[in-house]
């Protein structure tokens, strides 16, 4: 079991940056896979980013890449979600998402294959 909780929301006008951090409870950090999400009003949740459980490898969703970088920090228990040049159509409602990984780490990008969320932290992007 791993609880997570988000933090670092906000708005910002566009252009700008903001710093998502997910923070984990738990002593076993390093064997979840890690991902961000985003669920804007009206619309699906989507992945936006994902990092392996030693942080080697990171993916994104072609709508951020070059702008946002996830990272981890395996002793702090903590993952990060850094959004530069940020646009209106960023707005949503942002979460982190974790998943169990035995053996050989790998990325993961949809939804069902994350078991555990957190509560979300608003973002919001005014033009």
């Known amino acids: 079991q791993v609880q997570l909780v988000e933090s670092g929301g906000g708005l910002v006008q566009a252009g700008g940056s903001l710093r998502l951090s997910c923070v984990a409870s738990?002593?076993?950090?390093?064997?979840?896979?890690m991902g961000w999400f985003r669920q804007a009003p009206g619309k699906e949740r989507e992945s936006v980013a994902a990092i392996t459980k030693t942080g080697g490898t990171t993916d994104y969703a072609d709508s951020v890449k070059g702008r946002f970088t996830m990272s981890r920090d395996n002793p702090k228990n903590a993952t990060y979600l850094e959004m530069n040049s940020l646009k209106p159509e960023d707005t949503a409602v942002y979460y982190c998402?974790?998943?169990?990984?035995?053996?050989?780490?790998?990325?993961?990008?949809?939804?069902?294959?994350?078991?555990?969320w957190g509560q979300g932290a608003q973002v919001t992007v005014s033009s």
């Open positions: 998402a974790a998943r169990w990984v035995t053996g050989r780490g790998s990325i993961y990008r949809a939804l069902n294959e994350y078991s555990y």
């Open positions: 738990g002593r076993t950090f390093s064997t979840y896979a």
